[in-house]
């Protein structure tokens, strides 16, 4: 009994995977009849905090959490010009977030999927 009762301690002690980890296509076209991808690299590590890519840039002062039952991320990443504020939520069909460019005037909401290898060779990514 007591082995029973530490074997499932242990198993409710282990993280879940992280689902949010990855590489993701980014979907950010403005119209159906323009199709517009960027790459997504995703690493959750242990302490919380997130590294990777994301629009040719690498992430800044990034942080994750798992909570209510979903996974979501929000980090940093800069084109030269300004940051941009990104936040990530595990969705029903794959990602959904959004990014914040507050020196170009918008805001972009967006979805993702899991990359392929043949989306990983795209020029975009």
Same mark, same amino acid.
């Given at each position: 009994? #007591?082995? /029973?009762?530490? &074997? #499932?301690? /242990?198993?409710? &002690?282990?993280?879940?995977?992280?689902?949010?980890?990855?590489?993701?296509?980014?979907?950010?076209?403005a119209t159906p009849a323009e199709p517009y991808y960027k790459g997504m690299s995703l690493k959750l590590e242990a302490d919380g905090t997130v590294t990777g890519s994301f629009y040719d840039s690498e992430i800044q002062a990034g942080r994750w959490k798992t909570a209510g039952g979903r996974t979501c991320a929000s980090f940093r990443t800069t084109d030269g010009a300004g940051p941009y504020h990104t936040s990530v939520c595990q969705g029903a069909s794959g990602l959904e977030g959004q990014t914040w460019a507050e020196h170009r005037n918008f805001v972009f909401l967006w979805r993702a999927k899991p990359a392929t290898a043949e989306d990983r060779k795209a020029k975009w990514w």
């Open positions: 009994m #007591l082995v /029973l009762m530490l &074997a #499932l301690s /242990l198993q409710a &002690a282990t993280p879940p995977a992280a689902p949010l980890a990855g590489d993701w296509v980014v979907d950010l076209s």
